[in-house]
């Protein structure tokens, strides 16, 4: 499974991106799939993540309200918005894949990941 993450770069405090993660090699519809971002200086850390079937959504509390993931499993996408984006939302993100019934927000349930895409923030 390769996934390939997109949709990073400079905004603007208070702007929005959408970052997109493409999966190939087989199908992640079963798939829970996660972001999770790591500013400089400071480990990787969780962000939101998605059921298969979008039945169940979970949000790191720093983002609850301001960020939404969701997932095309047809296009065996899964895409996160980011609105009313802060200088401290800046980072690398990361999408990842973790097998059906994993815990949503643990960072070792996921098993197949993506490169970064950058994210810059400018208060």
């Known amino acids: 499974v390769q996934l390939q993450a997109s949709g990073g770069g400079l905004v603007q405090a208070g702007g929005s991106l959408r970052l997109s993660c493409v999966g190939s090699?087989?199908?992640?519809?079963?798939?829970?799939m996660g972001w999770f971002r790591r500013a400089p200086g400071k480990e990787r850390e969780f962000v939101a993540a998605?059921?298969?079937?979008?039945?169940?959504?979970l949000y790191a509390d720093v983002v609850k309200g301001r960020f939404t993931i969701s997932r095309n499993n047809a296009k065996n996408t899964v895409f996160l918005q980011m609105n009313n984006l802060k200088p401290e939302d800046a980072a690398d993100y990361y999408c990842?894949?973790?097998?059906?019934?994993?815990?949503?927000?643990?960072?070792?349930?996921?098993?197949?990941w993506g490169q970064g895409t950058l994210v810059t923030v400018s208060s």
């Open positions: 990842a894949a973790a097998p059906l019934g994993s815990t949503l927000n643990l960072l070792s349930s996921y098993n197949y």
């Open positions: 998605i059921t298969w079937n979008a039945g169940l959504t």
């Open positions: 090699g087989r199908t992640l519809k079963y798939d829970v």
